[in-house]
């Protein structure tokens, strides 16, 4: 009997010969596509001098470690309840943190929202070998090379003036993609926020997950199979800073309120301790805290009350704050907004 491929396999077969392998098409259990970047396992000392050479916490799952974690190329769309990542297409927006999570998990065993440990290992990643992607940063362009741009999806008035605000999924050149290449993935600088799982902040303090733990519960509360760091962002002259205690909630009226009165920020890289305080490593490995003076001057944003979930990359109007450290504690799980996406990442179980 002759071989015949399926189209599945030809398109499969299409993308792995033209990206040398390193992006796949992946189908979900409804058989429809999404594509894919490997990101092969490497250890905290391959992004970090002076780590300690084990594996980044992303490719540690429930103790086992993993030799690759497979990421969304693009940021995602839905369609029948379900997660993809597909070029060319306006990202899904107007989603809050538990329906993009519960979108990337009805894919089927392994798939998972984005998490910020496999956020922060590409971020790491990035910075040590000395490529800081571009990205739709301002308004459908980027504010470095105003010449890149993308193609705009999505437009809104602003104070009268028409404003040029999303842009499709992997529309801008290969400056755009986190290696610098065609074969890598697109829009980490900028276009939209992207939640992420894994970081949350209640009352100021820091939880994170135990290593890449995808599957930990959820809830304002239930953080008993959470990593409590001990840690707390507190508010210092209108600017965020980690001590081991929150001596100023951030809210000025009401505490249940996402009011902007209520937000501080400074540059990621400029974020301090209090004196006295050392930052524990963890939270260097996680993108949470800069560990040196050069993290492409992205911003970090806080609420330091209530529950907030982490967004990070920024979106189309942050110009240089935008970027691969960039990094919002200032939602609540059921924000949601035009300017507010995600992406499906995939571990095999």
């Known amino acids: ?10 398109y499969r077969q299409a993308v792995e010969s033209a990206t040398g392998g390193k992006n796949t098409v992946m189908y979900d259990d409804k058989g429809n596509p999404s594509i894919m970047v490997c990101i092969p396992k490497f250890n905290l000392s391959d992004v970090i001098d002076g780590a300690p050479n084990v594996p980044h916490p992303a490719f540690v799952v429930n ?3 993993k030799s690759e974690i497979w990421i969304s190329k693009y940021q995602n769309i839905v369609h029948d309840g379900r997660a993809y990542s597909l070029p060319f297409q306006d990202p899904r927006t107007y989603v809050t943190y538990d329906q993009a999570k519960q979108y990337c998990a009805a894919k089927g065993p392994g798939w998972h929202l984005m998490t910020n440990a496999e956020w922060a290992a590409i971020a790491l990643w990035c910075k040590k070998n000395g490529f800081m ?3 739709n940063n301002n308004f459908g ?3 470095s090379a105003t010449h890149e741009r993308g193609k705009v999806t999505y437009t809104y008035n602003d104070n009268g003036t028409t404003r040029e605000g999303r842009v499709a999924t992997g529309s801008g050149p290969a400056s755009w993609s986190h290696d610098g290449t065609n074969e890598g993935i697109f829009d980490l600088n900028g276009n939209v926020w992207e939640w992420v799982d894994g970081l949350k902040l209640i009352d100021g303090k820091i939880y994170v997950h135990q290593d890449n733990n995808f599957n930990t519960p959820e809830g304002y509360r239930l953080v008993d199979q959470w990593v409590d760091t001990g840690v707390y962002i507190d508010d210092v002259g209108g600017k965020p800073i980690l001590g081991a205690e929150r001596t100023n909630p951030t809210f000025k009226t009401d505490p249940s309120s996402d009011a902007y009165e209520g937000n501080i920020s400074t540059i990621f890289e400029i974020l301090a301790a209090k004196n006295g305080f050392t930052v524990p490593d963890l939270l260097k490995y996680l993108a949470i805290a ?9 911003g970090i944003w806080v609420r330091n009350y209530g529950e907030r979930v982490a967004l990070r990359g920024g979106l189309w109007a942050f110009g240089s704050s935008a970027g691969v450290f960039a990094l919002g504690l200032f939602y609540h799980r059921s924000g949601s ?3 507010i996406s995600f992406r499906s990442a995939y571990i095999a179980p």
């Open 1 to 10: 009997m002759p071989f015949v491929l399926s189209i599945k396999d030809t």
């Open 63 to 65: 103790g086992v470690v």
């Open 133 to 135: 992607p571009r990205g």
């Open 141 to 143: 362009k980027d504010h």
């Open 290 to 298: 800069p560990i040196d003076a050069n993290h492409g001057g992205d």
């Open 337 to 339: 907004n035009h300017d």
